[in-house]
């Protein structure tokens, strides 16, 4: 009965205090002996203690919200910092506060008032600039704000509606804050390389930020034409015009301003029905104009009405269809809207700049498909959207079809995001270091200009809720702003570091020669120079602070000053120990001790990523094509080249295996991916349908969407027929899409939606046949010059469990590991390239001779050596195609060190066979050879270096297409 007594006294609302006391004193009764005089005082000495409860519980649980005076938490070394209620706290109240620095270590503590908080707030004067935080408790309870994370799913029948899966509170009690070095200086006084890529639908939060931070250029993400020109002929422009206004309040200036232009409105769209949402756009805003008048006429009154703008991006992200959720139309149709676009701009406004639509690393196919339908003409900027990028492979498709070198910039620079299935979120410490790093990859590959992408996280959206989003398999939602949203804006710690560095550098930025020191190479820096001075970038690339390398040292003077990210002065010496995760900003070096670290350069900025070694035991073919036709019906039946899968692994020592067996062919085209599978087994049991449908007489295969080897490339599907009637297919697992935003593509752990499975049992075999459109393989992108890494395996389940599987190349089945996957290259016609025959030419005019034998009807080739350099063979120069294997079969003996080498193109030499010891007994070799994606030509050398006395005989010399 108390406890329900004190819940329900905590829930009495402070305002009404005076009232309920008038009430409640009303009731006590008036009483003259001293007995029942001693009860009264006893009563109301117990009444005021209640009173005295109720206001103090009742303000802990109505605390008003805290705040900071300033715009965005953002003070400058010299000011104060002041917090305070959004509405006065009760007198009553004791406050006391705990500040932390960028180590959340606490550095400043104490008690106040409340009447001097209402008064005069918190205040605080920081000795030194830095990133910090603050919370503050009431009467010994944390203060802390609340919001609500609600997840919501697109309706697969009706995506015009959304389900709500999920909804969860989040609880935030520090308060971020910075003190600035320094007052941030004006646009025009900031280099030019950097720019910003702010949401234009959060322009009246972002823009005031924008001149915190220091920013040379706003690149408007974006002007969307379904938004202006909601009817034709009638743009509503005042949105745009108050984003003009506010960023020229800032100082930024017309000229310094990119429209990014795209998004088709709903009546002038070829798709106008398509009215639901692809992730963040209307599909009917995606494809080309019924009549491309109407984008030009969109241009024109643009450009009229904004005419100090000079730069314009037409259209984001343009892609495959399918690939991207900002255009779902075809190439062809994208070179016509990019022609008119830019022809339009250029009439209109001559001097005027055109930046391709922004592209990223994986839409190199699109982009080799844009130029080839002959799209270079139309852009005067290649515009990029990265994390990391280099500009050479896009240049390597110019030079393919003869386009001049563009210039480039980074329209959308993600430097900062974190998305839900990462498989970890780097600390604010390591992400702001990550950050300079890949900039400065990007001056260095000679970027003009790096637009970040963005100021503000998006709504719902903040580092801590990410592990929610990945629960709920969310793979959209991502953090990337400088700025917190919620629970209201404070800066993060890379806002400040990048406004510190955003100081540093006046004019042009020039990345210079890098340095790897200690025996770990985990000392590293960089030279920079502007247009006025040279300074050092160093860190400590190890996970654990570190003595500064005494020749980094070196460079360090009494009149060198040393600034760490957050603009703080560092002390360095001899026992100056270097902290993991940050960088230090180094003025005024010296150059002489600098010239001396010849032996210490290395290329310190890009990615660091091991090479892994592959396996390359197992080796297929692909057809190049369809195996399907319309109908579902394999086309070619005769000239398909089917794969055995027959290594058994056994998974349950305690049930029996039934023997199973199955083969597979695989087909790519540019618009999916044919799977065929073949499985004799006398048992089926299927009944689980969920990912987790390995367990089940089913089937899996993995892609290494990036070739290299690393798990964060694989891409693994699972299928199976469900209760003898159902077929289903699962993405077991794909990798994150970094900052791309592919439409049409399933989601880790679910069906997958864009495919078409077919399974069927006939008497003891299972026949799987499956299609999976190209969009849902992202971010695997097809190119026949290189080979597919795969793998696959059969799962075997008697009904008893899953007993065992048989597979086909490893990885998948036991621990994943792309490295171990099989090369699965292009299918070539069967047939004998070079024999014997081909291994009489001589490769030098030296003095060895070649014997051409007849032991026992089996022809042979003999090099007997004499001369001191070389003795060798080679074959003819013959044609091969790229990304295509082959197979080199001979038998050798001899008495000598053997090499082997492949000359492609004439040039390029690939190692085959290192030199090995022969004996006088025969050996068979066998050597798979994939030709390079920009092979043509290849010859084969067999030779003997150095080797004066020696000798080496060939037999049953074949390389075949494989």
């Given at each position: 009965?108390?406890?329900?007594?004190?819940?329900?006294?905590?829930?009495?609302?402070?305002?009404?205090?005076?009232?309920?006391?008038?009430?409640?004193?009303?009731?006590?009764?008036?009483?003259?002996?001293?007995?029942?005089?001693?009860?009264?005082?006893?009563?109301?000495?117990?009444?005021?203690?209640?009173?005295f409860?109720?206001?103090?519980?009742?303000a802990?649980?109505?605390?008003?919200?805290?705040?900071?005076?300033?715009?965005?938490?953002?003070?400058?070394?010299?000011?104060?910092?002041?917090?305070?209620?959004?509405?006065?706290?009760?007198?009553?109240?004791?406050?006391?506060?705990?500040?932390?620095?960028?180590?959340?270590?606490?550095?400043?503590?104490?008690?106040?008032?409340?009447?001097?908080?209402?008064?005069?707030?918190?205040?605080?004067?920081?000795?030194?600039?830095?990133?910090f935080?603050?919370?503050?408790?009431?009467?010994?309870?944390?203060?802390?704000?609340?919001?609500?994370?609600?997840?919501?799913?697109?309706?697969?029948?009706?995506?015009?509606?959304?389900?709500?899966?999920?909804?969860?509170?989040?609880?935030?009690?520090?308060?971020?804050?910075?003190?600035?070095?320094?007052?941030?200086?004006?646009?025009?006084?900031?280099?030019?390389?950097?720019?910003?890529?702010p949401?234009?639908?959060?322009?009246?939060?972002?823009?005031?930020?924008?001149?915190?931070?220091?920013?040379?250029?706003?690149?408007?993400?974006?002007?969307?034409?379904?938004?202006?020109?909601?009817?034709?002929?009638?743009?509503?422009?005042?949105?745009?015009?108050?984003?003009?206004?506010?960023?020229?309040?800032?100082?930024?200036?017309?000229?310094?301003?990119?429209?990014?232009?795209?998004?088709?409105?709903?009546?002038?769209?070829?798709?106008?029905?398509?009215?639901?949402?692809?992730?963040?756009?209307?599909?009917?805003?995606?494809?080309?104009?019924?009549?491309?008048?109407?984008w030009?006429?969109?241009?024109?009154?643009?450009?009229?009405?904004?005419p100090?703008?000079k730069?314009?991006?037409?259209?984001?992200?343009?892609?495959?269809?399918?690939?991207?959720?900002?255009?779902?139309?075809?190439?062809?149709?994208?070179?016509?809207?990019?022609?008119?676009?830019?022809?339009?701009?250029?009439?209109?406004?001559?001097?005027?700049?055109?930046?391709?639509?922004?592209?990223?690393?994986?839409?190199?196919?699109?982009?080799?498909?844009?130029?080839?339908?002959?799209?270079?003409?139309?852009?005067?900027?290649?515009?990029?959207?990265?994390?990391?990028?280099?500009?050479?492979?896009?240049?390597?498709?110019?030079?393919?079809?003869?386009?001049?070198?563009?210039?480039?910039?980074t329209?959308e620079?993600?430097?900062?995001?974190?998305?839900?299935?990462?498989?970890?979120?780097?600390?604010?410490?390591?992400?702001?270091?990550?950050?300079?790093?890949?900039?400065?990859?990007?001056i260095?590959?000679?970027?003009?200009?790096?637009?970040?992408?963005?100021?503000?996280?998006?709504?719902?959206?903040?580092?801590?809720?990410?592990?929610?989003?990945?629960?709920?398999?969310?793979?959209h939602?991502?953090?990337?702003?400088?700025?917190?949203?919620?629970p209201?804006?404070?800066?993060?710690?890379?806002?400040?570091?990048?406004?510190?560095f955003?100081a540093?550098?006046?004019?042009?930025?020039?990345?210079?020669?890098?340095?790897?020191?200690?025996?770990?190479?985990?000392?590293?820096?960089?030279?920079?120079?502007?247009?006025?001075?040279?300074?050092?970038?160093?860190?400590?690339?190890?996970?654990?602070?570190?003595?500064?390398?005494?020749?980094?040292?070196?460079?360090?003077?009494?009149?060198?000053?040393?600034?760490?990210?957050?603009?703080?002065?560092?002390?360095?010496?001899?026992?100056?120990?270097?902290?993991?995760?940050?960088?230090?900003?180094?003025?005024n070096?010296?150059?002489?001790?600098?010239?001396?670290?010849?032996?210490?350069?290395?290329?310190?900025?890009?990615?660091?990523?091991?090479?892994?070694t592959?396996?390359?035991?197992?080796?297929?073919?692909?057809?190049?094509?369809?195996?399907?036709?319309?109908?579902?019906?394999?086309?070619?039946h005769?000239?398909?080249?089917?794969?055995?899968?027959?290594?058994?692994?056994?998974?349950?020592?305690?049930?029996?295996?039934?023997?199973?067996?199955?083969?597979?062919?695989?087909?790519?085209?540019?618009?999916?991916?044919?799977?065929?599978?073949e499985?004799?087994?006398?048992?089926?049991?299927c009944?689980?349908?969920?990912?987790?449908?390995w367990?089940?007489?089913?089937?899996?295969?993995?892609?290494?969407?990036?070739?290299?080897?690393?798990?964060?490339?694989?891409?693994?599907?699972?299928?199976?027929?469900?209760?003898?009637?159902?077929?289903?297919?699962?993405?077991?697992?794909?990798?994150?899409?970094?900052?791309?935003?592919?439409?049409?593509?399933s989601?880790?752990?679910?069906?997958?939606?864009?495919?078409?499975?077919?399974?069927?049992?006939?008497?003891?075999?299972?026949?799987?046949?499956?299609?999976?459109?190209?969009?849902?393989?992202?971010?695997?992108?097809?190119?026949?010059?290189?080979?597919?890494?795969?793998?696959?395996?059969?799962?075997?389940?008697?009904?008893?469990?899953?007993?065992?599987?048989?597979?086909?190349?490893?990885?998948?089945?036991?621990?994943?590991?792309p490295?171990?996957?099989?090369?699965?290259?292009?299918?070539?016609?069967?047939k004998?390239?070079?024999?014997?025959?081909?291994?009489?030419?001589?490769?030098?005019?030296?003095?060895?001779?070649i014997?051409?034998?007849n032991?026992?009807?089996?022809?042979?080739?003999?090099?007997?050596?004499t001369?001191?350099?070389?003795?060798?063979?080679?074959?003819?120069?013959?044609?091969?195609?790229?990304?295509?294997?082959?197979?080199?079969?001979?038998?050798?003996?001899?008495?000598?060190?053997?090499?082997?080498?492949?000359?492609?193109?004439?040039?390029e030499?690939?190692?085959?066979?290192?030199?090995?010891?022969?004996?006088?007994?025969?050996?068979?070799?066998?050597?798979?050879?994939?030709?390079?994606?920009?092979?043509?030509?290849?010859?084969?050398?067999?030779?003997?270096?150095?080797?004066?006395?020696?000798?080496?005989?060939?037999?049953?010399?074949?390389?075949?297409?494989?």
């Amino acid at each position: 009965m108390e406890k329900a007594k004190s819940h329900q006294v905590s829930s009495v609302n402070i305002e009404n205090k005076d009232r309920v006391s008038e009430n409640m004193s009303l009731k006590i009764p008036v009483k003259t002996d001293q007995l029942s005089a001693m009860s009264d005082l006893l009563k109301c000495m117990m009444m005021l203690l209640f009173f005295f409860f109720c206001e103090t519980i009742s303000a802990e649980d109505k605390i008003p919200a805290i705040r900071g005076e300033k715009l965005a938490n953002w003070w400058v070394k010299g000011e104060t910092v002041v917090f305070r209620s959004e509405s006065p706290l009760p007198d009553s109240a004791k406050i006391s506060f705990k500040v932390y620095n960028s180590n959340e270590e606490e550095i400043h503590t104490g008690n106040l008032s409340a009447s001097l908080f209402n008064e005069q707030g918190w205040r605080w004067k920081s000795p030194e600039p830095g990133f910090f935080q603050v919370e503050f408790l009431v009467n010994g309870k944390l203060v802390k704000e609340t919001y609500k994370v609600n997840i919501r799913k697109q309706d697969l029948k009706d995506k015009r509606k959304y389900l709500r899966l999920a909804s969860k509170e989040f609880d935030v009690s520090k308060h971020s804050f910075t003190v600035a070095p320094r007052p941030t200086a004006a646009p025009e006084d900031i280099a030019p390389c950097f720019g910003v890529s702010p949401h234009f639908s959060m322009y009246k939060k972002v823009i005031p930020l924008l001149k915190l931070i220091g920013f040379n250029s706003i690149r408007i993400h974006g002007i969307r034409w379904a938004n202006v020109e909601k009817k034709r002929g009638k743009p509503d422009w005042s949105s745009v015009d108050e984003f003009m206004d506010l960023a020229k309040q800032q100082g930024f200036k017309e000229k310094n301003i990119i429209f990014n232009v795209f998004a088709t409105p709903q009546w002038a769209s070829t798709r106008p029905k398509a009215d639901w949402i692809n992730i963040c756009i209307h599909e009917y805003s995606t494809v080309i104009p019924q009549n491309i008048n109407d984008w030009k006429n969109f241009l024109r009154m643009l450009i009229a009405r904004y005419p100090g703008v000079k730069r314009y991006e037409l259209w984001n992200e343009p892609h495959f269809p399918g690939f991207s959720c900002f255009w779902d139309d075809t190439p062809e149709n994208f070179v016509k809207l990019l022609k008119a676009g830019y022809e339009t701009v250029k009439t209109e406004k001559p001097d005027a700049i055109v930046w391709l639509g922004g592209i990223g690393m994986r839409y190199l196919p699109f982009y080799d498909t844009l130029l080839k339908l002959g799209g270079g003409k139309y852009f005067d900027v290649l515009a990029l959207h990265c994390k990391t990028i280099t500009p050479e492979p896009f240049n390597e498709i110019n030079r393919k079809y003869n386009v001049a070198e563009k210039p480039v910039v980074t329209s959308e620079w993600h430097a900062m995001l974190l998305k839900p299935m990462m498989p970890d979120y780097p600390s604010e410490k390591l992400l702001a270091r990550d950050m300079l790093i890949r900039f400065l990859e990007q001056i260095r590959a000679g970027i003009i200009e790096i637009d970040l992408f963005a100021m503000l996280n998006l709504s719902r959206m903040e580092k801590e809720t990410l592990p929610f989003y990945r629960e709920y398999n969310m793979t959209h939602p991502h953090v990337s702003g400088l700025f917190r949203h919620l629970p209201y804006i404070q800066p993060r710690y890379p806002a400040l570091a990048w406004n510190n560095f955003t100081a540093q550098v006046k004019g042009r930025l020039e990345v210079g020669d890098g340095f790897i020191f200690e025996k770990n190479n985990s000392q590293r820096a960089i030279m920079l120079k502007d247009d006025s001075k040279s300074m050092l970038i160093a860190w400590n690339d190890s996970p654990d602070a570190a003595r500064i390398s005494p020749r980094l040292l070196n460079a360090i003077t009494s009149s060198s000053e040393v600034i760490n990210p957050e603009g703080k002065k560092v002390e360095v010496n001899e026992k100056f120990t270097m902290e993991p995760e940050i960088y230090y900003i180094i003025h005024n070096p010296e150059m002489n001790a600098i010239r001396q670290w010849d032996d210490n350069k290395g290329n310190v900025l890009l990615i660091h990523k091991a090479k892994l070694t592959l396996d390359n035991e197992f080796h297929g073919t692909y057809r190049h094509g369809s195996l399907f036709d319309d109908k579902f019906n394999l086309v070619n039946h005769e000239k398909i080249a089917w794969q055995k899968v027959e290594r058994t692994i056994k998974v349950n020592p305690h049930l029996p295996v039934t023997p199973i067996d199955g083969r597979f062919a695989i087909g790519f085209s540019s618009g999916h991916m044919d799977l065929v599978v073949e499985v004799n087994d006398p048992i089926h049991h299927c009944r689980m349908n969920s990912i987790r449908i390995w367990n089940e007489d089913s089937i899996q295969f993995a892609i290494d969407a990036s070739g290299d080897g690393y798990d964060t490339g694989r891409l693994e599907f699972a299928a199976g027929l469900v209760n003898d009637k159902k077929a289903v297919i699962w993405k077991v697992k794909a990798p994150d899409a970094d900052g791309d935003l592919p439409i049409k593509c399933s989601h880790s752990g679910s069906p997958v939606k864009y495919a078409k499975c077919n399974i069927i049992r006939n008497g003891n075999k299972t026949i799987y046949k499956i299609r999976i459109d190209a969009s849902e393989l992202y971010p695997f992108v097809f190119n026949e010059k290189k080979p597919v890494r795969f793998s696959m395996l059969i799962n075997n389940n008697n009904g008893q469990g899953r007993t065992s599987y048989i597979e086909w190349a490893s990885g998948i089945g036991g621990v994943k590991n792309p490295a171990a996957f099989g090369n699965i290259t292009i299918q070539l016609e069967d047939k004998d390239i070079l024999t014997l025959k081909d291994l009489t030419r001589k490769g030098w005019k030296k003095d060895y001779e070649i014997q051409l034998l007849n032991n026992n009807a089996t022809p042979s080739v003999k090099v007997i050596g004499t001369s001191p350099y070389c003795s060798g063979l080679r074959t003819r120069t013959f044609s091969i195609v790229p990304g295509a294997s082959y197979i080199m079969s001979m038998e050798i003996r001899g008495k000598a060190g053997l090499q082997i080498l492949a000359y492609i193109n004439g040039l390029e030499r690939k190692s085959i066979l290192t030199q090995t010891p022969l004996t006088q007994e025969w050996k068979k070799y066998k050597f798979p050879i994939i030709a390079p994606p920009d092979a043509e030509t290849m010859s084969i050398l067999c030779f003997a270096w150095k080797q004066p006395d020696c000798w080496f005989e060939i037999r049953n010399f074949k390389l075949q297409a494989q």
